[in-house]
């Protein structure tokens, strides 16, 4: 059973940084693209970042570019999400994602997390 477990979230300050884990489980996901969204109670899943099997190839939404990194461990089936200079429109339930064809758009993913809570005050 394929089972992806999001990890990191919490409170911080705005200028604050927080690193987002996501562990897949269940099969091996070195030949799928990962990649993060997130949602709030007004909005609809939107893209954050995503990144190719290899980890050669990233991309960003313009909203958090230059500010969060993603990467990943294809040895431990874990990605990352570094989000640094935090800001409260960064408030969001952040979702992990895999998929074969997965890049900026969330029907492209085949298996999802349950998400974590990052939350950012002013």
């Known amino acids: 059973q394929v089972q992806l477990v999001e990890s990191g979230g919490g409170l911080v300050q705005a200028g604050g940084s927080l690193r987002l884990s996501c562990v897949a489980s269940?099969?091996?996901?070195?030949?799928?693209?990962m990649g993060w969204f997130r949602q709030t109670p007004a909005k609809e899943r939107e893209f954050v970042a995503a990144?190719?099997?290899?980890?050669?190839?990233?991309s960003y939404a313009d909203s958090v570019n230059g500010r969060f990194t993603i990467s990943r461990d294809n040895a431990k089936n874990t990605m990352y999400l570094q989000m640094n200079s935090l800001k409260p429109e960064d408030t969001a339930v952040y979702y992990c994602?895999?998929?074969?064809?997965?890049?900026?758009?969330?029907?492209?993913?085949?298996?999802w997390g349950q998400g974590t809570q990052v939350t950012v005050s002013s």
């Open positions: 994602a895999v998929g074969l064809a997965g890049w900026r758009y969330p029907n492209e993913y085949d298996y």
């Open positions: 269940g099969r091996t996901f070195s030949s799928y693209a």
């Open positions: 990144i190719s099997w290899s980890g050669g190839r990233t």
